[in-house]
């Protein structure tokens, strides 16, 4: 076989390989309030919603792991209509932005999943999610418990409910952990 032919050869099977990359997708599922602020900064900070230490908190997990970002907050709507008229809207995704980091998605509503689910929760959101993609290893961030273990999801979720602070570098690197197995 000549160079060509070889350089032609292992070419493809890059291609190949970075294709089947992206079948397998790594999530970070989130929430905003309890996550990307606390109720501390909020009082400290007023007039600001999103604390930049999170959302590089939250960058780090990204970088580590090639996640996609997917919101699970009441606030994706706005968000992946980028409806930047509201304030925290504009500041979220402009602060992620600045990280380098956008939304990718957003988990089904309640009123898409009730009729399936009955209690329908956020648990049953991230479900639904894992199931309809391609989902491989994800973390869940969140400052409430949203019924994880019914779902059987509690093994992936981190309870950032620290009101002085949300979504710790020690929080960060737990995510890591569970989205790399």
């Known amino acids: 076989m000549n160079g060509a032919k070889i350089r032609k050869q292992g070419a493809r099977e890059l291609v190949n390989k970075k294709i089947g990359d992206y079948d397998r997708m790594n999530v970070v599922f989130f929430d905003v309030d309890g996550v990307l602020n606390s109720e501390k900064f909020l009082c400290d900070k007023q007039g600001e919603f999103i604390n ?4 590089a908190n939250l960058k780090m997990i990204v970088d ?3 996640a996609k970002l997917v919101m699970t907050s009441d606030w994706r709507k706005q968000v992946i209509d980028k ?17 380098g980091l956008e939304v990718y998605g957003a988990t089904p509503s309640g009123d898409e999943l009730r009729n399936k689910y009955g209690n329908y ?11 309809a993609n391609s989902v491989e290893g994800y973390v869940i961030l969140d400052d409430m418990d949203m019924d994880w273990e019914i779902h059987g999801l509690d093994s992936h979720w981190i309870n950032t409910e620290n009101v002085l602070v949300g979504l710790t570098e020690a929080d960060a690197r737990n995510a890591v952990s569970i989205i790399n197995g």
């Open 121 to 131: 929760t956020r648990a049953c959101a991230v479900k639904e999610y894992v199931t």
């Open 64 to 66: 580590a792991t090639q």
């Open 52 to 55: 930049p230490k999170n959302v």
């Open 83 to 99: 409806d930047v008229s509201k304030a925290h809207v504009r500041e979220l995704i402009g602060r992620l932005a600045d990280a």
